[in-house]
């Protein structure tokens, strides 16, 4: 299983990036591997719209907001969306000296916990949680 962080998912979700075309061969080259999204990368993406609608008073303003929340559930919609269940828990349990924030402790777990690997673009982080296989497939 690969699984894809916010940083991964925001860049399939733009249609003429030269970033994206890139990312969507390597994607294709990873046969038999399921690409998925954590639950956590789904919420961030999630929370960003609600706060971008949250934020405009006059609803006219906020078309274009819905506009890209209703894009963002189609976009989550062909993809497994891997939950942050009992074993990501356990998991979390034991990162104690990890000092990272926590939606990337709860998809580090979840990646861990799926035995996945995970695509992200945040190096320094990730790079201190324990047997976490990760690349960064934007470079």
């Given amino acids: 299983m ?10 399939l979700r733009m249609p003429t990036s030269g970033r ?8 294709a ?9 954590p639950i956590i990368a789904a919420e961030e993406t999630m929370r960003g719209w609600l706060a971008a609608i949250a934020r405009e008073r006059l609803p006219r303003r ?3 907001a819905y506009r890209e929340l209703s894009t963002m559930f189609a976009f989550f919609a062909r993809f497994l969306i891997v939950p942050f269940d009992e074993a990501a828990a ?4 034991t990162l104690g000296g990890v000092r990272i924030g926590m939606s990337d402790r709860k998809i580090a ?8 690997l995970l695509l992200t673009a945040n190096r320094r982080d ?10 960064n497939w934007l470079d």
Avoid: Y
Wanted: proline residues 2%; glycine residues 2%.
């Fill in 2 to 11: 690969i699984l894809l962080d916010s940083d991964h998912v925001t860049v």
């Fill in 126 to 135: 990730f790079e201190q949680v324990p047997s976490l296989r990760f690349e």
């Fill in 20 to 27: 994206r075309a890139r990312l969507v061969e390597r994607l």
């Fill in 109 to 116: 777990c979840i990646a861990i916990a799926n035995d996945a």
């Fill in 29 to 37: 080259l990873a046969i038999g591997e399921e690409v998925a999204i």
């Fill in 90 to 93: 356990d998991t979390l349990d």
């Fill in 62 to 64: 906020q078309v274009f």
